[in-house]
């Protein structure tokens, strides 16, 4: 019997519940699988699915909310997510107005249920506070894409995508560790400048980073936490200057507050170290395409997981599935790997870059 997850959202809504479904039931769920297969023996192995998932399939209108743009990240989360949509012409996309006020977030997704949309992306404020709103959306019959921060409970969300902050960190750690280990550093000083210390997300960075460092027989010095703006970032790095009168690497979590930590290495006239960004902002980028600063690469946790979203959302309400893939179905989780940017590889991933 298939999921109920599955299902395209207009024949959930029509009471295709498991349980419910019949033999005229799963012919309709199939023939609206714009990439399903001839059958096959059944001894026979499983092949991909194929097919071409930008072919137009059943108009659905994908609702959309995330916080509000006051970050560089977050404001390429919303473009992302809307050019990506109006690449598809049997997409109609609903935005609600973006907020950092957890109430208005929830009433928001909730009037986007109430209008019957066909698939819901949500980027939450906080994961935990707005799961009632995704279970409420999924017990709709709206299959809801829970983009980057998670809700507490599979049951409030189809698939989960998002970007990998413990990879981050073990990029970050094994670009330096490999970088110092070929100079023939011994014992060196490595500085992190980390982004909001109670948030999860933060602690994974840092232990990815702490984990990899390990590997080369380093640990992390000096460290300082930020709070993911550019004002944030020069006022804890320039205390970390001060109180590390030798560094010789520094990972900054976030290329937004990497604009502040930049300005403060400037304004101390420190140039004895190499440092690495996070996330891969377009002026992170031209910094290291340049060679003129001691920003030598930066870790990726792409904006451009929000053109996945819709992508995804898109394939969900329309029943079909990832085209390269076996399976019939998107699946419920996809993490997103941290690539490492450097001078040498840099133009290949300056299309995806954000501006802080």
């Known amino acids: 019997m298939p999921d109920p997850r599955n299902l395209p959202g207009a024949l959930r809504r029509r009471g295709f519940l498991a349980g419910a479904l019949g033999v005229g039931a ?4 199939t023939a609206c699988t714009s990439n399903a ?24 209108t994908i609702g959309f909310s995330a916080p509000a743009a006051d970050h560089g990240w977050i ?39 109430n209008r019957n949309v066909d698939a819901l992306v949500i980027l939450p404020n906080d994961g935990s506070q707005l799961t009632s709103v995704g279970r409420a959306a999924m017990q709709a019959g709206i299959p809801v894409i829970n983009l980057d921060r998670i809700f507490d409970s599979p049951l409030a969300y189809r698939t989960w995508i998002g970007g990998d902050n413990y990879g981050m960190g073990v990029s970050a750690g094994n670009y330096i560790g490999e970088r110092l280990k070929a100079a023939g550093v011994a014992n060196p000083v490595i500085g992190e400048i980390a982004g909001i210390d109670n948030l999860p997300l933060t602690q994974s960075r840092s232990q990815g980073f702490a984990d990899a460092l390990g590997t080369y027989g ?44 930049l300005a403060a290495i400037n304004q101390a006239g420190r140039n004895e170290f190499f440092m690495v960004g996070g996330a891969g902002s377009a002026n992170a980028m031209r910094d290291i395409q340049a060679d003129n600063t001691v920003l030598k690469a930066t870790v990726t946790y792409s904006p451009s997981m929000a053109s996945s ?48």
């Open 26 to 29: 799963g012919a309709a769920l």
């Open 37 to 60: 297969a001839p059958s096959a023996p059944a001894n026979a192995p499983a092949a991909a699915a194929g097919g071409d998932n930008a072919t137009p399939g059943t108009p659905v």
């Open 75 to 113: 404001a390429a989360i919303a473009n992302n997510a809307q050019a990506q949509a109006q690449a598809y012409s049997d997409v109609t996309f609903e935005a609600v107005n973006p907020t950092n006020d957890i109430t208005q977030q929830i009433a928001a997704v909730q009037t986007l249920i």
């Open 218 to 261: 380093f640990r992390v010095g000096p460290r300082q936490a930020a709070d993911f703006t550019a004002q944030g970032g020069q006022r804890v790095t320039a205390n970390l200057l001060q109180a590390a009168p030798r560094l010789d690497a520094v990972w900054n979590h976030d290329d937004d507050q990497g604009i502040g930590v």
């Open 309 to 356: 979203a819709v992508a995804l959302a898109r394939l969900v309400a329309q029943g079909r599935g990832m085209g390269d893939l076996a399976e019939q179905e998107v699946p419920a989780s996809i993490t997103l790997a941290s690539a490492t940017i450097t001078r040498e590889n840099v133009a290949t991933y300056m299309p995806l870059g954000f501006e802080s």
